[in-house]
């Protein structure tokens, strides 16, 4: 069967929308917030819809990957750069997940920003990032990649500083493009190199022997090429900044000064898992660099567990859920350094559905409680928002890792694969403690977001008379002022267009593990041919006895983390007092990571500056060209004197000019 | 016949030059002084022409032609500017034309 390859549509689409979305101010039609949500929603749906098509028709062709070239952009010696498309396993499922969930956020939005002064901007952001993220994973070269990676940090950065009346978001924005950068710099760093290893950019030279094929290229470089580490590890880099990966997560906490649903959409279910897409897409230059898998794989463990430790004691909602996302994003990172890509992408989609949904629930709380974000006053509030409720315990059981929910089987493919490696003959120790992290991990994966649940809505309500004013949320300036009689009576459950989205992402937590699970893993084998020679998900695969073993280790892990949670607060009056001793404050202060920068990096290079400006500026430059400015005036002062305005002077001096260049020929020997 | 020595010539072209540096120096009226310099460039000639011939060389009289449509068109201009200056001051005593002064 002819692949039926609409990907040029699912790029084109967005962009339209964004286009007609940005231009609306100028005619005046801002206003039309019904209009703005059609335009919005329609075209991401019909890009959802031509992925889906592309999707099933790539499952059912014969050939595995479709490179459609449409103009030749640069062309210049040696040097080819086309524009194309690939629809491949990879892109194809990336595609998936962004037009899918991001439909979804799209119309969770319609909801959530309804009253918003900047309706129009906000979705023509929206489509902008979608437009970004589906050009960054269907390019068919690196250079269009790096492109979408850049576009997808400006659509961040535009929609975190989306409340740009906040100085707070305005900081944020500007942190996470300064950090992105650093990302940027490096993917472009590995570019160079790759064209002056290969020659070219695109896939197919450089990863795959065949344009429309998968096979991948013949190696290029010897054992240990020193070139190809260089490569692998500076894509790292930009992996790990778009990725929040250590020491370069600090943007993606601040990050939540964005709207919620752009959280969602942005900073959990979509970009940031560019890192891990650009990891497996690059599956054939890592397998032959295990040095960088190693790396990788170090840090993914690292951060996971780190992030994880952040989150038991924040208290912000949504600082929760990032810090829960830099570590899921942890888990991802370790299966592809453990060489099993395809439970990397596996966990990605589980991801994106089950932190789509938890966020989409803590907004649902934020904009029923007038946009606070302060979990210590909430609680209580599983009788006013039975649906926000039911949803975020599906979105947290899958989180947990509690079976039968999607987050259970991905985090298990992960686990099992570790200790598959561990165990198996010619095992490492490596991977045994990379999985006692990735155990570890899941019961304060457990703990973290059933505190979060228990503190949110159980208990007795704490927020009463002291629930503040929300700083600039448009979408809560409505909001009546509050009775004291019954301090919950104002709060209410979100709209149904919130509910519908929240309830379809329930499902797929719920049930979207099931073309990943590890008897007969669809997903693994339909994405094996792009992670190189020799790529077996079934390899990973634990067998007969081992499995069950794993599976009840995990469970066991969640159910752990939960059981503390339940402990601690699920109690009348939880304690929700700052403890005093250190580790806790090093939790709350996340590791001093944003400290340790300030002083290290911030401080210097500010006082560097002012220093330039006082010395530099001020001294050298100003003071060279005021000085040279006070020269000229005296000296000018002084040459004043000789026009007298006598002309007879003035040929007195001619005169006298002449009769002394006249001595000088005569006295000349 | 013209003498063998071109002595006398020069002598008269450097009377002739003094007498012009010595009359713009001294003089207060603006037309005195363009005699005056009309005086100088024609002594300049002569010694020009005094050279042409006595060194048998072209160069001399085309400096000539050249001084002589210099002195033209400065004359003019000067005129000009002496009678656009009568006209506006009344006054064309270059002492009192100091408004340049710095």
């Not at chain 1, 969930?101 to 799209?106: A, E, N, R, S, T």
């Not at chain 1, 897409?281 to 032959?288: C, E, H, I, P, T």
């Amino acid at each position: 069967m002819q692949v039926f390859d609409l990907t040029l549509l699912v790029l084109l689409l967005p962009l339209l929308g964004f286009l007609i979305l940005g231009s609306l101010r100028l005619f005046g039609w801002h206003e039309q917030h019904e209009a703005i949500s059609w335009i919005g929603c329609g075209t991401i749906a019909l890009a959802f819809i031509s992925a889906l098509i592309s999707f099933v028709s790539l499952t059912n062709a014969a050939t595995q990957a479709h490179d459609t070239v449409f103009w030749n952009w640069v062309a210049s010696g040696k040097l080819t750069i086309n524009f194309g498309l690939r629809l491949d396993p990879l892109s194809s499922v990336m595609l998936l997940v962004i037009t899918g969930v991001g439909l979804l956020i799209h119309i969770y939005s319609v909801g959530y920003m309804h009253n918003d002064p900047g309706y129009w901007r906000y979705f023509s952001f929206l489509n902008f990032f979608i437009f970004a993220m589906v050009l960054l994973v269907s390019a068919d070269n690196y250079l269009f990649l790096l492109i979408g990676w850049a576009l997808v940090g400006l659509a961040s950065y535009l929609l975190i500083g989306f409340w740009y009346e906040r100085p707070s978001a305005v900081a944020a924005a500007k942190k996470a493009f300064v950090v992105n950068v650093i990302g940027d710099f490096g993917l472009m760093l590995a570019i160079f190199l790759l064209y002056g290893k290969f020659g070219s950019l695109g896939y197919s030279p450089i990863l795959f022997s065949d344009p429309n094929g998968t096979i991948a290229a013949p190696s290029v470089f010897g054992v240990n090429d020193p070139t190809l580490l260089a490569i692998t590890l500076l894509l790292f880099v930009a992996c790990a900044t778009k990725s929040a990966q250590l020491p370069l997560h600090v943007w993606l906490p601040d990050a939540m000064e964005g709207p919620t649903p752009v959280s969602a959409l942005i900073h959990a279910a979509t970009m940031v898992t560019a890192g891990v897409y650009l990891v497996a897409r690059s599956a054939n230059l890592y397998n032959q660099a295990p040095i960088a898998l190693w790396v990788i794989a170090g840090i993914g463990g690292l951060t996971a567990i780190f992030a994880a430790s952040i989150a038991l004691v924040q208290n912000d909602i949504k600082r929760i859920l990032a810090y829960s996302t830099i570590s899921q994003l942890g888990y991802m990172f370790i299966a592809e350094g453990a060489g099993n890509y395809s439970a990397g992408i596996f966990h990605l989609t589980t991801h994106a559905y089950f932190k789509a949904l938890l966020f989409m629930c803590a907004g649902a709380v934020i904009h029923a409680l007038g946009g606070e974000q302060d979990i210590r006053k909430m609680g209580g509030l599983r009788g006013r928002l039975k649906w926000s409720y039911w949803t975020f315990i599906v979105g947290g059981l899958a989180l947990a890792g509690i079976v039968p929910f999607a987050g259970f089987w991905s985090k298990d493919a992960i686990l099992g694969s570790l200790l598959q490696r561990g165990i198996a003959a010619g095992g490492s120790l490596w991977y045994l403690v990379l999985y006692g992290v990735g155990l570890a991990t899941a019961i304060l994966t457990g703990f973290y977001v059933f505190r979060l649940i228990f503190v949110v809505f159980h208990g007795t309500y704490r927020g009463g008379e002291a629930l503040p004013q929300p700083e600039g949320q448009a979408n809560a300036r409505t909001r009546k002022p509050r009775r004291p009689a019954n301090p919950l009576a104002q709060v209410h459950e979100a709209p149904w267009i919130m509910l519908v989205p929240m309830l379809a992402l329930a499902v797929l937590s719920t049930t979207g593990w099931i073309y990943g699970a590890p008897w007969f893993d669809a997903l693994g084998q339909f994405l094996a041919p792009i992670f190189g020679v020799g790529f077996n998900p079934a390899s990973f695969a634990l067998q007969g006895w081992t499995l069950w073993i794993s599976f009840g280790i995990s469970l066991l892990a969640g159910l752990i983390g939960i059981g503390i949670a339940a402990l601690m607060y699920l109690r009348r009056t939880p304690s929700l007092q700052p403890m005093s001793n250190i580790f806790y404050k090093t939790l709350l202060n996340k590791y001093w990571v944003d400290e340790v920068y300030d002083w290290v990096l911030v401080k210097p290079i500010v006082g560097m500056g002012r220093l330039t400006g006082r010395v530099l500026e001020d001294g050298a430059f100003d003071g060279g060209s005021r000085g040279l400015a006070w020269l000229v005036g005296k000296t000018s002062v002084g040459l004043r004197a000789m026009q007298t305005g006598y002309v007879r002077n003035y040929v007195l001096i001619l005169l006298v000019g002449a009769i002394l260049i006249l001595l000088y020929y005569v006295a000349r020997p | 016949m013209p003498p063998d020595q071109p002595t006398g010539y020069l002598i008269v072209s450097a009377v002739l030059f003094t007498i012009g540096v010595v009359g713009v120096l001294v003089r207060r009226n603006p037309l005195i002084m363009f005699m005056s310099i009309e005086l100088m460039l024609n002594a300049v000639n002569l010694s020009f022409m005094t050279f042409a011939h006595y060194l048998d060389s072209v160069e001399g009289w085309i400096f000539v032609f050249l001084v002589l449509t210099v002195a033209a068109a400065e004359v003019v201009v000067g005129l000009a500017i002496i009678v656009s200056i009568f006209r506006t001051r009344h006054n064309v005593d270059v002492d009192e034309l100091d408004s340049m002064k710095g």
